[in-house]
């Protein structure tokens, strides 16, 4: 079979038989570890006939009304948000990625801003109507320009930055992730939380297992 790129045409004469494969790998580990927990959770969730991907898919959360700020509001800003100043994709994808030290400078509202717009813009989902979500986003801003230090609550409906708390946060934000010291150097540090009882009930364990990394409100 013709490898690579651009248009392949086939050659003349019946295929060539390649031999089978064998090579001589280095085992990642000494021995394999079993974690039976893992394939519970796995078959707690999974959907194994029609009606179950049916009643899944006709599941609905019953929404939330939302509740006017009792501090300040701050509209999102994107006067930033310039997608061409990324560059290449392999220049974004070798900046993006974990790391441990931070430039302990703030970042300004508008970036902020454009993560917040981007990372809950939706995706179509076949269990969730347009518009519907699970999550909520709640964020502690530590060195935001344009933002006073404190709690917060993105309300993406709105499209705006509601105060819940002013005051410092640094120490917070590393209580809050299990006491480790990196993240109280974070400009902002963002959660996500979920109404876990209402998801459990319309959705069953596979709508915890959808979202494996949500904490419960």
Known sequence: MPAGLGPASPEDGPPKIVDRIELRVRPLSRGETEYPEIWQLH????????????????????????????????????????????????????????????ARVPVGFSQLSSILRASTAGLPLDYLPAGERLIDVYLLANAVEGLPTGSYFFNRDRERVEQLKEGETKRMSAYLCLEQPLFGDASAMLFLMTRLQEVLERFGNRGCTAWPSLKEE
């Open 43 to 102: 078959r707690a969730s999974s959907l194994s006939d029609r009606n179950e991907v049916r009643d899944w898919v006709e599941s609905r959360m019953v929404q939330h009304q939302n509740v006017d700020p009792s501090g300040a509001v701050f509209p999102v800003d994107l006067k930033e948000a310039d997608g061409s100043r990324l560059g290449k994709l392999g220049d974004v994808i070798l900046q993006r990625g974990s790391t441990r030290r931070f």
